[in-house]
Structure formats: C-alpha cells, structure tokens
C-alpha cells in the first residue's frame, strides 16, 4: 500500500513534470536544430530521469556488437511503456521512432516530430503503411539514423505474439542491419493498464546485428521469423507450441 501511495502521489506526477519540461525543451530545440540531435540528447536525458524516478538501473549486455556511427533497425520485444525510456537512456544511437501520422498534422508537435527525425506511418493503411515504411528507409539511408521498432504492434501482456514484418521489411529496404534486442524487467517497472511505477532492475540483449544488404523483399517474412527466435532466445522465453500467439 505505502508503495502504491508513493507511486501516485509522487513518482507518477514527477514523471508527468518531466515528460512536460522536457518535451517542451525538445520542442523549442526543434525550432533550431533540424537535425534531430539535440532533441535525442534531451530525449535519452528523459530517459535517464524517469529510470532514476522509478529507482530502477539497466544493465547492457552486447552493446559492442554495435557501431556508433552505422545506421541499424532495432527490433525489440514490448512489454511496457518504460521500455522505450530505457532504450533511450542505454543504447548510444542516433534512434528515432516511428509515431502515427495524425501526430504529424498538429501544429507544433507535427513539426517537431518531422525536424528531430521521427518517421510517420498509417497503420490502418497497408498501402499507405508500405509507402510510409519506404519513405522511412530513405532517411536511414540519408541521415544515417537508426530505427526501433516494436514488431508485436503493441505491448504484449504475456509471451512473444507474432511479429509483424514491417521491421523486416525497412531494414530489407534501406539496407541496414536488423538487431534483435530483447528487454527484461521492464513489465515489473510499469505493467500494463496499471500506473503504479515501482523499481525494478532492467537488463537489455542486444544480438548479433543480421545484414540485410543484397536480401530481397520477399525474404522479410523469413527475417521476422528469424528475429523473433533470436529475441525470445535474448528473453530466454520458449516461442508458444506451433509459433502462434
């Protein structure tokens, strides 16, 4: 109980202060920078403040198989809303994320979100989705940026579900290497459909980044199923019986 108090009376409403001053920083920065790299910096810092809030510590594991200066699409498991913070907080790379289109038409925050870099996507769209997903390798060709993305389509309360093959495909299509990198703990920090923050130690796997360049579109179905046994390798979470959800 006096955990739970704790959590809603003041880790919660410090989380909100940071996320608004923050935001609010990365939205003036936006104005300025139109390389995005400023708004990242502030970013991995509300990262490192919302671990520090909720008292939890990540530990990395493999983080020399990656680059500082490449371009990769990390795929990664989804458990809660702190797996991003985390990420941020934890892997040096230049990352940008993919965030609903109707995002982008608001004012302000759409031109935001397209100056530091982040890539929009329908998602109730196939067509417009695959366009929006070329468009995306595009710019991590261009601004050698990297891309996470969360092939589940969502957090997932329990094992792994099926993995959509947009990840594969952009990773396919810019020719970038496709990382698999499996989060544990965060589910402890924040579960789902649940605002009670608690610590919790956080370990993330990165995996053997998986080059794509010469690889054909049609093998990204192939690619989704190989990252998901690699990351439920990274987890250490048996895939369900038949590979379903």
Excluded: C
């Excluded at 390389?35 to 983080?63: K, M, Y």
């Excluded at 920090?189 to 010469?214: A, K, N, Q």
């Amino acid at each position: 109980m006096l955990s739970r108090l704790r959590a809603y009376l003041l880790i919660d409403p410090l989380i909100v202060l940071a996320t608004v001053v923050l935001g609010t920083l990365s939205l003036l920065a936006s104005v300025f920078d139109k390389t995005g790299h400023t708004q990242h910096a502030i970013a991995r810092f509300w990262g490192s403040i919302l671990l520090a809030l909720s008292g939890s510590r990540v530990r990395v594991e493999g983080l020399e198989k990656l680059k500082p200066d490449a371009s990769y699409v990390l795929i990664a498991n989804h458990r809660s809303y702190m797996d991003i913070p985390a990420v941020l907080a934890s892997i040096p790379l230049q990352i940008r994320f993919f965030a609903k289109k109707g995002l982008f038409r608001i004012p302000l925050l759409g031109g935001h979100l397209r100056r530091a870099g982040h890539l929009p996507v329908v998602r109730e769209n196939p067509r417009a989705s695959l366009k929006s997903l070329s468009e995306g390798a595009r710019l991590v060709r261009a601004r050698s940026i990297s891309v996470l993305i969360f092939p589940e389509g969502g957090r997932a309360p329990a094992e792994l579900r099926l993995f959509k093959d947009g990840g594969a495909y952009l990773a396919i299509k810019s020719g970038a290497a496709a990382v698999p990198v499996g989060i544990i703990g965060t589910r402890q920090i924040l579960p789902m459909r649940s605002f009670h923050v608690r610590p919790h130690p956080v370990t993330i796997r990165i995996g053997d980044p998986i080059p794509t360049e010469g690889m054909k579109l049609d093998a990204r179905g192939d690619l989704s199923q190989e990252l998901r046994r690699r990351i439920a390798d990274l987890i250490g979470e048996p895939l369900p019986q038949g590979g379903g959800e």
